[in-house]
């Protein structure tokens, strides 16, 4: 795991991580932290030692074990516009002496209240919007690169999805150091720019919250699917070119309704050719009850996966995606 200076802040989801930085803060999502770690299932079931249920979200149980694991004394918590179950987390949090820090998206979407939640961000850490603009516009380049390396994947055809996964989804709290990462992210793009394009069969879009699950990317490529857009890795990254930091987040299509959703994944399927979507739902999770949603918006196929805890795909999953992808012949 990452190592942990005094000013670090754990995110339980994506903000604007431009406060943080102009307030001299080391963002740390805690969900990467978490299943990147070397066991993530233990981290599970740490929490589920300590009290949590097991019919409750794996990633809240690992967040949780995360924080306790690495010493974090300060969150920041994202309630609504992300997961309910934050808010008992954050309680959890609060009786064990960690400093809570409380960010919510408003819903419906309201863009003079979100510039009132951004400032009460700014103001709780000691900054200003008008400093973490300064940053905002400090992140463009990186931001231009992240996006360079998401055409690459499904223009050129030279980045492979778990490739564009993994420096899309990194992008909430850049590595915790926006330098290097920045270099690494340039670097790949110039070494991906050199390659030969690849070749699949079929193209395919990722909907939902990053995967619990691993190898489900190369699983894909093996039946010859490629994913060539990964929906909300893709937003974490601020596709959108926007004015300030207000128009920005509220670009952002995780944390509002499933319209903003719907409009950018259809996009999508039109621009990036897709012949089918893979839409992940995490077991107890309310996004699953907007499966039906999206279906009735998109005339593409689509298949539904559930996972619980961090395991390597599972056999029912593998037979389901394998019919899928011969559905796409039909």
Known sequence: MRPIGPNTIGLTATVPVEVLLAAGATPLDLNNVFITSEDPTALVAEAE?????????AWIKGIYATVRRLGIRRVIGVAQGDCSNTHALMEV?????????????PYPKDTCVLAAAIDGLAARLGTTRGAA?????????V??????????????????????????????????????????AEAFL??????????????????GIPPICSGLYAFLEDLDARVVFNEFQRQFSMPTESADLIEQYAAYTYPYGTDGRIEDIRRAVGERRLDGLV????????????????????????????????????????????????????
């Open 49 to 57: 030692h300590r009290g949590f249920p097991i019919n409750c979200c």
């Open 190 to 207: 110039e070494e991906a720019r050199a390659r030969e394009p690849l070749v699949s069969r079929y193209r395919l879009g990722y909907l």
């Open 143 to 184: 931001r231009r690169t992240l996006a360079g390396i998401d055409r690459l994947t499904w223009q050129d055809d030279k980045v492979a999805g778990e490739e564009n996964h993994l420096w899309l989804v990194g992008s909430s709290d850049f590595g915790g150091n926006v330098a290097d990462y920045a270099g690494r």
């Open 279 to 330: 839409h992940y739902v995490q077991s107890f999770c309310f996004r699953h009850i907007q499966d039906r949603l999206l279906r009735e918006a998109v005339d593409v196929p689509i298949v539904t996966l559930e996972f619980d805890r961090p395991l390597p795909l599972d056999g029912r999953s593998r037979t389901r995606l394998e019919a899928f992808v011969e559905m796409l012949d039909t």
């Open 133 to 141: 603009e300064a940053r905002r516009e400090h992140l463009a380049g």
């Open 93 to 105: 949090l609060a009786s064990e002496g960690i400093e809570v820090i409380d960010f919510n998206y």
